[in-house]
């Protein structure tokens, strides 16, 4: 019988959102913070003009689609790399930066594929406490050692919601070693861009990496585009890892239109971010803490594991697909925002729920 390798043998593969449902049921999709909405309409009408391209092998450098990252987000210099997902950039990131014997640090709640995405690389994932479910930086830097190879600040965080201001991200980049990575996950930073300036300037000093993804303002969660501004030299090793044929052809054109119809995209962020805001209140007269948030989705805390588990059931039953927490979060549902109506049905049965649990 062939065997992996140790490490390999003792990882359990990364937990998505149990989607099961009871035959007959109608799924509502509410577990994976996916757009709300379909994307812009501009999109259909891009992947029906690029489906004829199937015969041929995508440009591999994603040349144009790049192109347009940079006109839309203000970006000169340095490299803009498309991933398979951003998903694909963590890991391929870690892969080429940590190893055994190395330490990434991130928060408490951070996103959790970075623990999966180091535990691949053989280095140790170490966490700092969170301060009321929101990134602290003076506890992050309290835990960096001399083993620290990568920082990773999720801003806003996933799964929490919740924001630190940009000025904050500054100051931790500069009291960082100038040899440690920090790697930016701004998968929801459509969300803040509003009130806070990108910090994609801090690419140019080398030591600095910002990601982002078209999978949540942009509605393009199943075209699995990701990406990133990375210093050249970076880029230089991810793309020694990377598989060059990464992105299709229709994923490619399917980013740029969806990239193209700004106007849209920051629709969708501005009725997410109100739907999110009534949601968060409704929950609140329930007598629930809900972190402010600022991206697509909502933590929901509830008064015990037990509840929360059993809130969870109880939706999935009427077909509610909802997120289930772990470890420190067993008492916490995280819950993506849907449309109006959606999120009116959802309150009425969580209320319901709640008078029984
Ligand atoms: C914080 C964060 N980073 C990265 C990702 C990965 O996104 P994708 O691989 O769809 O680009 C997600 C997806 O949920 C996320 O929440």
Not at 62 to 84: F, H, K, P, T, W
Not at 152 to 171: F, L, M, Q
Not at 178 to 193: K, N
Request: aromatic letters at 6%; charged letters at 15%; proline letters at 5%.
């Amino acid at each position: 019988m062939p065997t992996p390798k140790a490490h390999v043998a003792s990882l359990a593969p990364y937990q998505l959102a149990d989607l099961a449902l009871a035959p007959g049921i109608q799924p509502v999709m509410l577990a994976q913070n996916e757009s709300l909405r379909d994307p812009s309409p501009q999109v259909a009408t891009a992947i029906s003009a690029a489906q004829h391209d199937g015969r041929l092998y995508a440009d591999p450098k994603c040349s144009e689609l790049a192109m347009v990252l940079r006109q839309i987000y203000d970006l000169s210099g340095n490299a803009v790399l498309l991933g398979a997902g951003s998903m694909e950039l963590i890991g391929v990131l870690l892969r080429a930066y940590v190893g055994p014997g190395d330490e990434v640090l991130s928060s408490q709640f951070g996103y959790a594929y970075f623990a999966l995405a180091t535990a691949i690389t053989g280095a140790r994932y170490i966490q700092a406490c969170e301060s009321d479910y929101t990134l602290d930086v003076d506890a992050m830097l309290a835990k960096v050692t001399d083993h620290t190879k990568v920082v990773v600040a999720v801003n806003p965080g996933n799964p929490t919601g919740t924001a630190i201001a940009n000025s904050e991200i500054r100051r931790l980049r500069m009291a960082l070693p100038e040899d440690v990575l920090l790697v930016i996950d701004e998968a929801y930073g459509e969300f803040t861009d509003a009130w806070q300036k990108p910090v994609f300037d801090l690419v140019e000093a080398g030591n600095c990496v910002v990601l982002r993804t078209l999978s949540k303002a942009y509605g393009l969660a199943s075209m699995r585009v990701g990406w990133g501004f990375f210093p050249e030299t970076i880029a230089q090793q991810m793309l020694k890892l990377l598989n060059p044929n990464r992105l299709s052809s229709i994923s490619q054109h399917a980013a740029m239109a969806a990239l193209q119809d700004q106007e849209y995209m920051r629709a969708t962020v501005t009725q997410t971010l109100q739907i999110a805001q009534q949601f968060r209140q409704a929950m609140q007269a329930l007598g629930f803490y809900v972190p402010q948030s600022h991206g697509n989705f909502v933590l929901l805390k509830l008064a015990s594991a037990t509840q929360a588990q059993n809130i969870e059931k109880g939706l999935r039953k009427q077909g509610f697909l909802v997120r289930p927490m772990r470890n420190d979060l067993a008492e916490c549902l995280r819950i993506t925002i849907g449309e109006p109506q959606v999120m009116r049905q959802l309150t009425e049965v969580i209320t319901a729920l709640c008078q029984q649990n």
